[in-house]
């Protein structure tokens, strides 16, 4: 698929995904796929870190490669890059992140062929706005997917895109959720013992739902007293975290006010 560029050429020190298109003894000629199929350089000095006898031992004619730009000619438009100034690392970010803006401009393209709407409209009034607000824009869809309009809205896509694009990627994005659970403990010899450690399971969910919003589903239920058992559900981990352990702090808390002992174990899940 054919990716409209966000703008004419890149950045030195930008990665780029490209393919190999010839091989040479003094080095490789690649077509960037993001920009195009603009033409780069790969010189034979900035192929490999190591000794190599061929330089078929490292890049073939046909393949998928991770580059960094050393040099821009505007003029020409073209640039020279180099495959061994990238590590590993960025290698693996840089192509999960163009697997998953190819995945979106799928969905992209088929919106605007429905609405109407040119593929450079759908590019830079939608692809490259949900890239540029939540760092690749496959993201921006899935929240899309969860939270409706308002993610949407929050990377400024335009009004005449928003039902469609929700439609389309409700149809063809499964967004999973993750879940994390844990035990509590609570036991007091307190005549009202019962409505006490009511007031400290209450004060746990309250704090959990003030801070996830509708991010997250929380559900506290009794696996045979002193024991109380709490599980947790939301697409967002990081948030869901935070949100449980604001939640513990302010269980232990209301807890030692109302003389309740307090004891919290964190769970495996699958």
Not at 131 to 151: F, K, M, Q, S, W
Not at 179 to 200: E, P, Q, S, W
């Amino acid at each position: 698929m054919e990716i409209k560029p966000r703008k004419p050429l890149p950045n030195v020190g930008e990665l780029v995904v490209g393919t190999v298109e010839e091989v040479y003894d003094f080095g490789a000629y690649l077509s960037l796929d993001e920009y195009g199929g603009i033409r780069a350089f790969l010189p034979w000095s900035e192929v490999a870190t190591r000794m190599v006898r061929n330089i078929r031992q490292v890049v073939k004619e046909g393949q998928k490669a991770v580059v960094k730009v050393i040099r821009v000619y505007r003029a020409r438009r073209q640039v020279d890059v180099s495959l061994k100034r990238v590590t590993d690392t960025e290698r693996r970010k840089k192509m999960m992140w163009w697997k998953r803006v190819l995945k979106a401009a799928t969905i992209i393209k088929l919106v605007s062929e429905k609405a109407g709407k040119s593929e450079d409209e759908a590019f830079k009034e939608v692809l490259w706005r949900l890239d540029n607000h939540y760092g690749d824009p496959l993201t921006g869809l899935e929240r899309a997917v969860i939270y409706g309009e308002r993610a949407l809205k929050e990377a400024r896509v335009p009004e005449g895109w928003i039902k469609d694009l929700i439609e389309e990627a409700r149809a063809r994005i499964k967004v999973k959720q993750v879940k994390i659970a844990g035990v509590f403990t609570l036991t007091t010899m307190a005549n009202d013992g019962v409505k006490r450690i009511r007031k400290v399971l209450e004060s746990i969910k309250s704090s959990i739902e003030k801070y996830g919003g509708d991010q997250i589903r929380v559900r506290i239920y009794s696996i045979g007293s002193p024991k109380y058992r709490i599980d947790l559900q939301s697409h967002e981990y990081k948030i869901m975290e935070r949100a449980l352990s604001r939640g513990v702090n302010e269980g232990r808390k209301v807890a030692k006010n109302l003389g309740v002992s307090f004891v919290f174990e964190r769970l495996k899940t699958a």
